[in-house]
């Protein structure tokens, strides 16, 4: 059974830090490209950052450079968003997902909720 658990959000002020977590199970990790989305209220849901198979590469949206910084632990199946300086306008779900890009396989996670605000 193919699983993606968030966790780690909640609520921070703004300033503050977060690391978010998602444990990955049932599949084979390594074969996979993790990312985090966010989809804030009213919003679609955009790319955060990325992070390659063995982790050598990582992608980042301009709004967060600088400030979030992405990980992967293949040992433990598990990617990081380490997310610093945080503003109201990363308030948003948070969402981890993972793609085989070679088959084009991929899988979400449920999401856990970030609020930034004072």
């Known amino acids: 059974q193919v699983q993606l658990v968030e966790s780690g959000g909640g609520l921070v002020q703004p300033g503050g830090s977060l690391r978010l977590s998602c444990a990955a199970s049932?599949?084979?990790?390594?074969?996979?490209?993790m990312s985090w989305y966010r989809q804030a209220p009213g919003k679609g849901r955009e790319l955060v950052a990325g992070?390659?198979?063995?982790?050598?590469?990582?992608n980042y949206a301009g709004s967060v450079k600088g400030r979030f910084t992405i990980s992967r632990d293949n040992a433990k199946s598990t990617v990081f968003l380490q997310m610093n300086s945080l503003k109201p306008d990363d308030t948003a779900v948070y969402y981890c997902?993972?793609?085989?890009?070679?088959?084009?396989?991929?899988?979400w996670g449920q999401g856990t909720q970030v609020t930034v605000s004072s």
């Open positions: 992070i390659t198979e063995g982790g050598g590469t990582t």
């Open positions: 049932g599949f084979a990790f390594t074969n996979y490209r």
């Open positions: 997902r993972a793609d085989w890009l070679a088959i084009r396989r991929f899988y």
